[in-house]
């Protein structure tokens, strides 16, 4: 059975930086399309960044030049750095892996930029 888990989220005060994990377990992570999504409270769900199998990578621009995302096949997991954070970087960040018409999700995991 696939699970698909996000950790890493947490409180930080703007400036700040943490590092999310998104953790895959029954599947090959280095073969699926990843992306981080966020959805920040009475919004909609926006893709944030991305990488594909081949190690593309993609970025909203409002996160350009601050997350940075990456892939460790080893440990099939696919992290998001994010520095300096910012007030409006609040949201609930998730994870999805797809494969052609294949898609996982995981949860979620918490951000909270706040002073």
């Known amino acids: 059975q696939v699970q698909v888990v996000e950790s890493g989220g947490g409180l930080v005060q703007p400036g700040g930086s943490l590092r999310l994990s998104c953790s895959a377990s029954g599947i090959i992570v280095s073969m699926y399309h990843t992306g981080w999504y966020r959805q920040a409270p009475g919004k909609q769900r926006e893709l944030v960044a991305s990488?594909?199998?081949?190690?593309?990578?993609t970025y909203a621009d409002s996160v350009k030049g601050r997350f940075t995302i990456s892939r460790d096949n080893a440990n099939y997991t696919v992290y998001l750095q994010m520095n300096s954070l910012k007030l409006e970087d609040t949201a609930v960040y998730s994870c999805?892996?797809?494969?052609?018409?294949?898609?996982?999700w995981g949860k979620g995991t918490l951000v909270t930029v706040s002073s």
């Open positions: 999805n892996l797809q494969w052609g018409i294949v898609s996982y």
């Open positions: 990488i594909t199998s081949t190690a593309v990578t």
